[in-house]
């Protein structure tokens, strides 16, 4: 009797990491983007409650990876992926500029009541 062993092998690789705002906190629901530099094939993910994303099966190659999350500027950084490994993108997102709200500012004069007197009197006393 004869064992015969088939080796396994992988021709693709992955990203991976953590995103963190300013504070170090994680941001969930982050989407991210790896789009293959030469290609241009995009893959996404998005992160879960502890800021945890994994793009697996990407070719090996170099990648443009973007990831945007409500209220942060957008994060881009380029990877090198390699057969059979995790490249891993630790992304700290930065405060990003506010859009799409609209402030309104009026102004108007304090109204003031000349009619009524409440509290004014007058007080003549003479001192000898």
């Not at 409500?70 to 506010?98: C, D, H, K, M, W």
Request: net charge negative.
């Amino acid at each position: 009797m004869s064992a015969i062993a088939f080796g396994q092998s992988t021709v693709a690789g992955a990203i991976g990491g953590v995103v963190t705002n300013p504070n170090k906190e994680v941001v969930p629901n982050a989407s991210v983007t790896v789009r293959n530099t030469e290609t241009n094939k995009e893959d996404t993910a998005t992160t879960d409650d502890e800021g945890r994303f994994k793009v697996p099966g990407l070719q090996p190659g170099t990648y443009a990876i973007t990831i945007n999350g409500a209220g942060f500027s957008p994060y881009t950084q380029e990877a090198t992926v390699e057969v059979g490994r995790e490249t891993t993108i630790n992304a700290a997102l930065s405060i990003g500029p506010v859009s799409g709200g609209t402030i309104e500012v009026t102004a108007d004069a304090p109204v003031i009541n000349t009619s009524q007197q409440d509290f004014s009197s007058n007080i003549n006393r003479d001192f000898d």
